[in-house]
């Protein structure tokens, strides 16, 4: 038999609580009751434009009317964000307390920008984009992917998650260039890119992780947990990371993002 080193991840970087609408069954309360059972590091980074838009526009991030109710939430926006932040510092140290950072097209974050420092963890995602919601050819659509991409990173994300989810969802094509021009961008800007395993983007995420590896861009997990079952769930970064020979803590250690040496 086989000696196999016993690994771990010190934490997962993304995950969603009932402040995400599209959360199913996961909330602070049963996080808070679970205390003690992880032996990693949960953050909890529910979606910024969950967080500022008022409830009946919760939803309203990839439309036109995005930028209207961002001017218009900025009060109680603030207000909600505080709150949220209250409720996950409330669940003491196994826990973080952080947000998936969203923009708008013109690279605004949809978060009050001040209050962005005392995160202990910001995940940037894009999850709009207006060319692919107006049909414009492919090239116009990668464009703003890059351009928003860019925006995220220089508005000082730590971790990028998710990069290629937008993209691939609505069926446009990711190609190894992508990819490469990506972690150029994550190794000038020191940013990590995420192994993210609520949505698999298999074949882009091998592109990622193998120049990820090349060019020292660290890689930070996170399971995206919209669902109970995804906590503590980590097969598929596990899996991907042995296929490139990443296999002790010592080889995970090296590679993965770690928000304490940030
Ligand atoms: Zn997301
Ligand atoms: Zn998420």
Redesign the pocket.
């Known amino acids: 038999m086989s000696f196999v080193e016993k690994t771990r991840f010190h934490a997962d970087y993304h995950t969603h609580t009932e402040h995400s609408y599209c959360c199913e069954d996961i909330t602070t309360q049963r996080l808070s009751r679970s205390q003690g059972e992880w032996s990693h590091q949960i953050a909890i980074t529910d979606?910024s434009a969950h967080l500022v838009f008022p409830t009946e526009a919760r939803g309203r991030l990839d439309s036109d009317e995005a930028p209207a109710i961002l001017a218009a939430s900025a009060t109680d926006g603030r207000e909600r964000v505080l709150r949220y932040l209250e409720r996950v510092r409330a669940l003491g140290g196994g826990f973080l307390a952080g947000t998936?950072l969203d923009i708008l097209p013109d690279g605004r974050p949809v978060f009050p920008e001040d209050l962005l420092p005392e995160l202990d963890v910001v995940v940037g995602?894009i999850?709009a984009l207006p060319a692919v919601r107006r049909g414009q050819p492919v090239e116009v659509a990668l464009a703003e992917w890059r351009s928003q991409t860019e925006a995220l990173m220089a508005l000082g994300v730590p971790i990028l998650?998710?990069p290629f989810?937008y993209l691939v969802q609505h069926r446009l094509p990711v190609r190894p260039a992508d990819v490469a021009w990506l972690v150029d961008q994550a190794a000038a800007r020191g940013v990590a890119l995420e192994i993210n395993s609520h949505y698999l983007c298999a074949e882009p995420d091998r592109w990622m992780v193998e120049a990820c590896l090349q060019r020292g861009v660290r890689l930070a997990i996170g399971t995206?947990a919209h669902r109970w079952s995804e906590h503590g769930d980590f097969h598929y970064h596990r899996k991907l990371l042995a296929d490139y020979g990443i296999t002790t803590q010592a080889a995970l250690d090296a590679v993965l993002f770690d928000h304490r040496q940030a």
């Open positions: 979606h998936e995602a999850h998650g998710h989810r995206d």
